[in-house]
């Protein structure tokens, strides 16, 4: 996982509460991605970022927002958190040439 | 959309046995494919990419083969040893940066 970094690693919230989830990397990407992980449904890509500036939905954005507003960080944004939010989250960013994809070590969400 | 299948959904081997894991996905028109390990907890550390064009790739003890015209892709795992258990997942890449595609993932135990 090294080159990406999540902040923070474990939160616990209240139906309603809202955070923001935090992703850096050091490698000069482009393309970043947002990924949560549930237990006998893999991977699902919630938003991602082709660039700096740009952001688009992936397979479940709703009750989501990002923003890419450098190169280096992609946030996650839940405004009103739902216990259906209690997951892992996942950054990933995508190397160019090869078009291969690195994670960071999660957050675990836990809404109540 | 792509349907990413991995059989079987957990293993158990002992120590020292080799072994084959399946992954399938319904859509060959694929860049190329991932395969990934997750120990518990943790994030995903990606263990080989297999460009569409190739047959084959190998590190160390792992080898990965890919038949996209059947929509298939196995890692072999040569001499198991108990460091060895994890979760292994496969994720074939589309032919955008958005189109990546998860598999539940094969939790592999390998017994002393």
């Known amino acids: 996982n090294a080159g990406v970094t999540q902040t923070p690693k474990f939160q616990v919230l209240k139906t309603g509460q809202s955070m923001t989830l935090q992703c850096a990397q050091d490698m000069n990407h482009n393309s970043m991605y947002w990924y949560r992980q549930d237990p006998g449904m893999g991977l699902r890509l919630i938003y991602y970022s082709a660039s700096e500036g740009t952001t688009d939905k992936g397979e479940v954005p709703n009750g989501y927002n990002v923003s890419r507003l450098n190169k280096r960080e992609f946030s996650l944004r839940l405004e009103s958190a739902a216990p259906s939010q209690t997951s892992v989250y996942f950054c990933?960013?995508?190397?160019?040439?090869?078009?291969?994809?690195?994670f960071g070590p999660g957050t675990r969400l836990t809404v109540t | 959309k792509q349907e990413v299948t991995q059989i079987p959904a957990a293993l158990s081997v002992p120590e020292g046995e080799n072994l084959v894991l399946n992954c399938s996905f319904t859509d060959s028109a694929i860049y190329n494919l991932q395969w990934f390990r997750q120990d518990p907890g943790k994030g995903l550390t990606s263990l080989l990419l297999i460009q569409s064009s190739q047959r084959e790739q190998t590190s160390g003890r792992l080898n990965a083969s890919l038949d996209k015209s059947s929509g298939r892709s196995t890692l072999y795992i040569a001499a198991s040893q108990p460091g060895d258990s994890a979760t292994y997942l496969c994720a074939p890449k589309g032919d955008n940066f958005n189109k990546f595609y998860f598999g539940s993932g094969t939790k592999l135990n390998v017994k002393p």
């Open positions: 990933a960013i995508l190397t160019g040439g090869k078009d291969e994809q690195y």
